[in-house]
Structures are given as C-alpha cells and as structure tokens.
C-alpha cells in the first residue's frame, strides 16, 4: 500500500505505476513476491520471535528450526536467481527485499543472541544472503532509492536491548 497510496503526490514519472518490471511490486512478479512474502513473515519476520519468545523448550526449538529451514531456502532461491540479478527477484528491489531487510540486517548483530536463534550466522553460513545483504546496505544508487537502506540502518540500536535479561535459557540441542 505504501508505494501506491501517495503516488497522486508525485510526479508522474516517480510514481509506482510507471515503474514498469523496475517498481516494489511489479505485477509480472506479484504472485511470486507474494508466495515468498507469505512464508517470509511467518518463518523467519516472525519466527525469531516465535522462537525467543517460547515459553517451552519444545516451542523454541520447533520454531528456532523452521527460522534455519527458511533461511536455507532463501539460500537456494539466491541461487537459483543468481543469473537474473542481486535481488531476490532480479536486477530491481522490490517489495520482498524490503521485507526481509530488516530481519536478516539484525540477524548476526541481535537475533542470534537475544533471540537465540543461533545455529548459524548469516555472515558465516549463508554467502548468497550475506552478499545480498551487503548489496542492499551498500548501494547508494537509484536501484536502492539513494542508499536508504544504509541511512536507515543504526546498528547501535539493533544490538543493543534491554531485553537481554528477560528472555529464557532456551537453546538449541541437534
């Protein structure tokens, strides 16, 4: 909704719909972007709080697991797409690449601690999402909307909580 709702305020050529294949949810994409989108968020945007806010070890575990499952997967699609561009639908970002950002950016830095999701690391163990995710956060061109990604990204912020203390002794056991 937030690439379309105030496109009456730009100009015409900044406007989503004249974006074409280059827009957040190109239609030839949208049922792909959405598919993803759907078990994105439930496994992996959600899951590592599925997964660090468990109130039992076996709740953890199931859901710490499927965080991994998914991240696995988005490894594969990286793969699968390498030839077609750095995002995970090709040569734009679009609205599935915004989505997982913010995730996978506090992954290593947050997430693996706080949340205990700490089988692998993004940085260590998946090299496609790793360069994905330095591709994004890099980028200061017009493909990332000037490097908004890396303006907007504070790591101070993300890798520090007060919620450290609260969380249970949860671990992972394989």
């Not at 940085?123 to 994905?132: A, C, F, L």
């Not at 504070?154 to 671990?171: E, H, I, M, N, W």
């Amino acid at each position: 909704m937030l690439y379309t709702a105030f496109d009456d305020l730009l100009p015409t050529e900044q406007r989503e719909e004249s974006k074409g294949p280059a827009g957040l949810f190109p239609q030839h994409l949208q049922s792909d972007i959405e598919e993803f989108n759907s078990w994105v968020y439930d496994t992996i945007n959600n899951g590592v709080y599925k997964a660090g806010f468990a109130t039992s070890q076996e709740i953890y575990e199931e859901n710490a697991y499927k965080v991994f499952e998914s991240l696995d997967r988005v490894e594969r699609h990286l793969e699968a797409t390498e030839s077609e561009g750095p995002y995970l639908f090709g040569q734009h970002i679009t609205d599935a690449d915004i989505r997982l950002f913010p995730t996978l950016v506090r992954f290593d830095v947050s997430y693996y601690m706080l949340m205990k999701v700490n089988l692998k690391m993004i940085r260590h163990d998946y090299p496609r999402i790793h360069t994905w995710l330095r591709t994004i956060y890099w980028d200061e061109s017009e493909k990332t909307r000037g490097g908004a990604f890396k303006s907007t990204t504070k790591f101070d912020r993300v890798s520090q909580s007060p919620l450290y203390d609260r969380f249970p002794a949860l671990t992972l056991t394989r």
